[in-house]
């Protein structure tokens, strides 16, 4: 029961298929059976997930998701951290290698020093300009960049 309630999704499709329902209650090698072949599947699949995470850690790392949580550890205050949202959006669609004549990244900074930094160090970077240009209030450098299409 246990084992269905975990994989109900699953075996359930495969009972639609009548693909389990017949094995489930059979024979004793049967069910054997059937269990030797969930085991192998789950330690299968289990692989699957651990060397593709492996392999795809810096795309995990910097999805766009990501990215926002770390920039709401940076910006406690919820309303400059939307505003901070809404400016990334707006200058490289949360886009790091993103480029626009001499800017690049996400907060499109003129810099290639800033180009060549991890997302996570050119949100630290552009939450710096920030704080110096506009007394660390995004929600400053978005009504700027509204106004004047730069920041």
């Not at 492996?54 to 766009?64: H, I, L, Q, V």
Request: with cysteine; net charge positive.
């Amino acid at each position: 029961m246990t084992t269905r309630r975990l994989t109900c999704g699953f075996a359930s499709r495969l009972d639609k298929r009548s693909m389990l329902s017949g094995i489930a209650w059979g024979t004793e090698p049967q069910r054997r059976s059937l269990a030797w072949g969930k085991a192998l599947f789950i330690g299968l699949l289990a692989s699957f997930i651990l060397l593709s995470s492996a392999s795809s850690s810096f795309a995990w790392k910097n999805s766009e998701m990501n990215l926002k949580l770390y920039a709401h550890n940076q910006i406690r205050d919820w309303d400059e951290f939307i505003c901070f949202i809404d400016l990334i959006e707006a200058e490289s669609s949360w886009n790091h290698s993103a480029k626009n004549g001499s800017h690049y990244g996400l907060g499109q900074m003129r810099s290639t020093w800033y180009r060549d930094l991890t997302p996570r160090q050119q949100i630290k970077a552009h939450l710096r300009y920030i704080n110096h240009r506009y007394q660390g209030k995004p929600c400053n450098a978005l009504k700027h960049w509204v106004k004047y299409g730069w920041h």
